[in-house]
């Protein structure tokens, strides 16, 4: 399915941004030269003395505290190495966001229930933080030992095999040898000095200079692993905040929905039947004078009453329209699709209907969707699909639009995309200049 949102210039849609540079020599050539590449080689050569030195202090201090947990002063010093095991993290986090671009979030704090020593030792050796920062110390060791000696070792020996051309002159100039030795026993020696034996040397170096970047990159993401699996919060903490963050979208949205709700009522339906009563009062006060008049006001009284009906049965559809509740997103979506301005094909294919708010997104998701194309989009037609893909409700709309919709800061594109994150889902746009369109949503089910 492809859905279209749109034009460049509407509102919201913001495509107007600089066109994305292309390379003309492709990414294995650049590699080598690369920032990234340099950035990570030199995450790799500081592993080597930061985790020997984190290694050698944990191991220390937690020896020393256990040794000495016969005595009261086993629970400080054990104290004293976790914290200071959680300095070093928080240098690893930082090494880690200005050399790799990882950004990972500070593990809680120690918050002691009490005031005192005791309780904020109590608080460093009940942290989970605390525990996971040692595990880190003692496994980052053996890896950075390991990852130091790979990649100086393809490195160097890529670079200088590819450049063996350029110094191959030292050997007979200065040793008195023909070149590098491959081989050499008693009897005779192979040294890298014809023609075709440097040309050869090179062409290896060039597959390992080319090579070592990748295998640098492939290294680092275990770094990036376990920087973020034991330096940074926990899932827990971090399902916690994501659920508090949740919350506030949920709790704007339902607030920004009210005012929405209110401004209507009191701009639409709220002023119209006041200037029907007062039509009324009117239409009283001349019955008796003049009938005719009296008639004439209560018939124009009686237009308004329909367009204030209808006023009030557009504002309850965008609340939560009965045809929903009823009948589900099939009759629902084809109520909204009959209203766009351009033609619309609905297929629905649920066996079953999902939970009741997550079936309230996915229909204001597709309503505005399909808002947006009637208003900005210039397609001649659009298309409304939704399914079930395992435990997940799909929605995906597409229009043959102009194109160019981006989730730009303050557009309608975010906002959905806040709602619908805010139970757990994601909303995805594809949208290239000149269309079509396709803005997918993925909802949880819980029927």
Known sequence: MATDYGHPTRPGFHGDGPAERRHRMPAALRAPFAARTWSEFGYLLLSLPIATF????????????????????????????????????????????????????DPDPVRPKKGGGMAWIGAVLKSGASWRNVLYAVLHFPWATFAFTVAVTFWTTGWALLTYPLWQ?????????????????????????????????????LLITLATPWLIRSMTMVDR???TGL?????????????ESDRGVVVDTAAADLRRIERNLHDGAQARLVSLAMDLGLAKEKLQEDPQAAARMVDE?????????????????????????????????????SRCTVPVTVDVDLDRRPAAAIE??????????????????????????????????????????????QMSPGSGLVGLADRIDAVDGILVVDSPHGGPTTVTAELPWRG
């Open 54 to 105: 984190t290694f050698v202090f944990a191991v220390t201090m937690l020896s020393l505290g256990a040794g000495l947990l016969v005595t009261f002063i086993g629970i400080p010093v054990l104290a004293a190495g976790l914290a200071g095991v959680r300095g070093f993290g928080a240098v690893e986090r930082m090494r880690a966001r200005s050399l790799l671009g990882l950004e990972v979030g």
């Open 301 to 337: 009284a009686h237009g308004e009453v329909k367009i204030a009906l209808q006023e009030l049965r557009d504002l309850a559809r965008g609340i939560h329209p009965a045809v929903l509740t009823d009948r589900g997103l099939d009759a629902a979506l084809s109520a909204v699709a």
């Open 231 to 243: 330096l940074g919060p926990s899932l827990l903490a971090s399902r916690v905040v994501e659920l």
């Open 360 to 405: 309230g997104i996915a229909y204001f998701t597709a309503s505005e969707l399909l808002q947006n194309i009637s208003k900005h989009a210039g397609a001649s037609r659009a298309m409304v699909d939704v399914w079930r893909a395992s435990d997940r409700l799909m929605l995906q709309v597409t229009d043959d639009g102009a194109g160019g919709a």
């Open 225 to 227: 692993l376990m920087v």
């Open 169 to 205: 002159w030292v050997f007979p100039m200065y040793t008195g040898q023909d070149g590098v030795q491959l081989y050499g026993d008693e009897t005779h020696s192979v040294y890298l000095d014809s023609p075709f034996e440097i040309a050869a040397t090179a062409l290896v170096g």
